[in-house]
């Protein structure tokens, strides 16, 4: 028999349709993307046929022991438009989705006659409408009945049964002819006297409109040969495919962030769903990420920009992703304060890596409400914490002393996350709380008159000016005590500011532990060697970059170099012994080398 593609409808008791789909289609769709295209579908048709606004049909949820309704009505109205439910329909768990003023025709189950793809694939409110059905729906019915699923599928619009079963590994469609359309209701009517337990059934005894579609999946279903048995279909595994719609979830407040942009969904059972305009898209599985970067997603998101590549998979174009994620972060984390907490960590792990955040210094630095939580976080929430890249860190010898002296814990941030700080304008460089630190101790410090303090003041000048990259910096000894710091190097100026007490032997001798009985000359040169050894570590390592070896060698190289220089200086001083002798005749110096001194 042969069906009519034109204006009319079915002009034959039977007909076979050939979808054009082999049993082996779309290998990589689940159960759950099938359910997906079958509600989207179903909301599609409610709004065309009913003609309201999406934020106008409201679903209500209802569930018992024997059945799961989701209905749509009108906010304003009760009819019901349609329903999804899963019963035990004569002791089989049966899934029936029924659309009110929809109509199947024979040519939506032709492949390529629905119009256009890229429509198709926004997965919000597309023209797939209730008299034009999706490529996406023949692709779900198919899956829904191959194995490892093994459902039956059904269909009734007006007095046409639509039996859908595979012939030779293609999807075939045989419409057949019956009498006039009744209630659906009442096949459902009949089963509740069977029960004998009267009201059962959640859905309300009124009579269909001769315009719908009614879609059956269960266990009981007809193939090639005739009546074959099918799998039906459980509560637990019906629940599980409702996830593909995130309007027939129930969330409590503190489980889901709504905002303008779209939604934060914080509920764990959710971790790692991608949503777009309400539909979910590749359901993620160990090792298998929903994001189209291929990292973990610790939220679920519910997206409103973009639309999905051909299989349902991602979003596209690719940066959309990110994007979207980012403005819903925006609106979320003001309503929301404490998920600050939560962006700080994502941002800052290193493994795994976080989806939710993924090109941050690219799309997050523009959205303001997150960088100035983040800042605010971290410098109001958090203190007594220094914060840090690990370069800082590793270039400085002694930036744990320098992180203690000033009362701090330190904390190391992930590269791109400091990055990204440092671009908004957050700054916490040991530099530059040093120089808060100490500051205001900028009056020189007059050098005594005695041997010690000059012996000192000559041995850091010397030491300077021993390699070339200290040669020109100038150094001071400065009054203060306010911190606990004992000399400060100004890169921008080339200035070393160094604490008085270096000045005197009783404070170099507790700087450095040592008794104040030890000889002078060996605490001259210890306490000389501590100071300039310390400037030449906390100086840029771009600086020793010469000679075409490694910047760490030739710092220290340098180290050394002054280590020597202060070496022979306190040497010479120790070895050397002067006479001097006066008569009427001649005055005599007599200078006097210990060769054992070095």
Not at 203 to 214: D, G, I, K, M, R
Not at 251 to 257: A, K, M, P, T, Y
Not at 363 to 369: D, G, K, P, Q
Request: hydrophobic fraction near 35%; charge should be positive; include cysteine.
């Amino acid at each position: 028999m042969s069906a009519v593609y034109g204006t009319g409808y079915i002009n034959s008791q039977e007909i076979t349709i050939d979808c054009g789909l082999t049993s082996r289609y779309a290998a990589h769709w689940t159960p759950v993307g099938a359910f997906r295209e079958i509600v989207r579908n179903w909301q599609d048709g409610i709004i065309e046929a009913n003609k309201p606004y999406r934020h106008q049909i409201w679903v209500k949820w209802r569930e018992n022991e024997n059945e799961i309704v989701y209905k749509a009505t009108k906010r304003s109205e009760h009819q019901c438009l349609g329903y999804i439910r899963w019963s035990r329909f004569r002791g089989l768990g049966t899934v029936d989705v029924m659309n009110r003023g929809a109509i199947l025709q024979p040519w939506h189950l032709g492949m390529g006659n629905t119009g256009n793809l890229d429509t198709d694939r926004r997965l919000g409110p597309a023209n797939v409408l209730n008299a034009s059905y999706g490529e996406g729906l023949k692709i779900a019915l198919l899956v829904l009945m191959r194995e490892p699923q093994g459902h039956a599928v059904r269909c009734v619009c007006r007095n046409i049964w639509w039996t859908f079963y595979f012939k030779e590994e293609k999807l075939v469609a045989k419409a057949t002819r019956t009498a006039p359309a009744s209630s659906i209701y009442s096949i459902y009517r009949d089963a509740d006297r069977e029960t004998h337990t009267p009201g059962c059934f959640l859905l309300p005894h009124t009579e269909a409109s001769s315009e719908f579609v009614q879609f059956f999946i269960d266990g009981t279903g007809y193939g090639e040969k005739g009546l074959e048995a099918r799998r039906e279909v459980t509560r637990e595994e019906f629940k599980r495919w409702t996830k593909a719609a995130l309007f027939l979830q129930q969330f409590d407040d503190d489980q889901i962030v709504k905002t303008p942009r779209g939604d934060l969904i914080i509920d764990p059972e959710y971790s790692g769903c991608l949503y777009l305009n309400g539909f979910l898209l590749d359901k993620p599985t160990i090792g298998n990420s929903a994001s189209v970067t291929g990292k973990t997603l610790n939220f679920g998101y519910n997206l409103t920009l973009g639309t999905t590549n051909r299989e349902r998979q991602y979003t596209a174009p690719v940066s959309i992703e990110s994007i979207g994620i980012y403005f819903i972060w925006d609106y979320a984390i003001l309503q929301k304060k404490d998920l600050v907490e939560t962006l700080d960590r994502l941002l800052d792990s290193e493994d795994p890596e976080y989806a939710d955040v993924a090109s941050a210094d690219t799309w997050m630095l523009s959205h303001r409400n997150i960088m100035d939580s983040l800042k605010d976080y971290l410098l109001k929430q958090c203190k007594g914490t220094w914060y840090h890249e690990a370069a800082e860190k590793s270039e400085n010898t002694r930036f744990e002393y320098i992180v203690q002296a000033l009362g701090y814990k330190p904390r190391e941030l992930r590269g791109t996350y400091w990055k990204l700080l440092r671009q908004a304008g957050f700054r916490t460089a040991a530099e530059q709380e040093q120089k808060e630190k100490i500051s205001q101790e900028s009056s020189l410090a007059p050098v005594p008159d005695n041997v010690f303090a000059r012996t000192m003041n000559r041995l850091v000048l010397a030491g300077l000016k021993s390699c070339a990259q200290t040669a020109n910096i100038c150094a001071f000894f400065v009054k203060g005590n306010s911190s606990r710091l004992d000399m400060l190097y100004y890169d921008h100026a080339q200035v070393l500011k160094i604490k008085e007490k270096w000045l005197t032997i009783a404070g170099a001798a507790v700087e450095l532990g040592m008794p104040e009985s030890i000889p002078m000359y060996y605490l001259l040169f210890h306490s000389a060697r501590r100071l300039l050894a310390d400037t030449i570590q906390q100086m840029p390592l771009d600086r020793f970059s010469e000679g075409g070896r490694n910047s760490y060698q030739n710092r220290r190289q340098a180290i050394s170099k002054v280590d020597q220089r202060i070496l022979e200086y306190t040497q010479i001083k120790k070895g050397l012994k002067y006479t001097y002798r006066k008569s009427r005749k001649l005055d005599r110096l007599k200078i006097a080398w210990d060769p054992t001194a070095g």
